[in-house]
């Protein structure tokens, strides 16, 4: 198996991903919905991504090096408009913890960002959006002490100071709240249910 070739894959769509998102800072459109040029980025990488799955299993530490690992994460952590691939990378990624042969920050992610999708509580705060002070705050988590002993229990800072972070580099992107929250949290809803992450 070619893995030396896959891993130089992820690692170029991670590129092409992170690419994106600095022209869309750039050009200030990072928080007005889900731009439809990283959309089509999003979902091309997740197809890639599913035949990587399909032909070497998870891209784990031991098959492609940690940044190609870690490039896959990025990849799967892209793939909102795919609940079903999510899903399946999210058990994988967990078995691929369980072995030491992925980072478990990446899990903790990954089991946030589904949570928040299925409008469920976040376990260890990771997913943030903008809240109605115009900052940006935790999506709903459940309980501060629990997610904090989580959060320091796979080497991440409390929950506190990575909001401060958070907002920090918000500021320095110059991103700022959607000029209407009501609309954008409609076409969420919206999006949620057209991909299937709802009913």
């Not at 530490?61 to 793939?79: C, P, R, Y």
Request: hydrophobic share 35%; glycine share 6%.
């Amino acid at each position: 198996m070619d893995y030396k070739s896959i891993a130089d894959n992820l690692i170029e769509m991670q590129n092409a991903d992170l690419a994106c998102r600095e022209k869309l800072v750039q050009n200030g459109q990072l928080g007005e919905g889900y731009n439809e040029e990283m959309k089509e980025l999003h979902e091309k990488n997740a197809k890639i991504l599913n035949n990587i799955l399909d032909t070497i299993g998870y891209p784990t530490t031991d098959k492609v090096g940690i940044k190609a690992n870690e490039a896959a994460w990025l990849i799967i952590q892209h793939s909102i408009g795919q609940p079903a691939l999510m899903k399946k990378c999210a058990a994988l990624l967990k078995s691929a913890v369980r072995e030491n042969k992925a980072n478990p920050q990446n899990l903790a992610y990954l089991t946030d960002r589904i949570a928040v999708f299925e409008e469920k509580l976040q376990l260890y705060g990771t997913q943030f959006d903008w809240d109605e002070n115009g900052n940006l705050s935790p999506n709903p988590y459940d309980d501060l002490a629990k997610v904090n002993e989580r959060r320091k229990s796979i080497g991440l800072n409390t929950l506190e100071e990575q909001t401060e972070l958070i907002r920090i580099r918000a500021k320095n992107e110059n991103q700022s709240p959607p000029k209407d929250l009501e609309k954008r949290k409609q076409e969420i809803e919206q999006w949620k249910k057209n991909v299937g992450w709802t009913k």
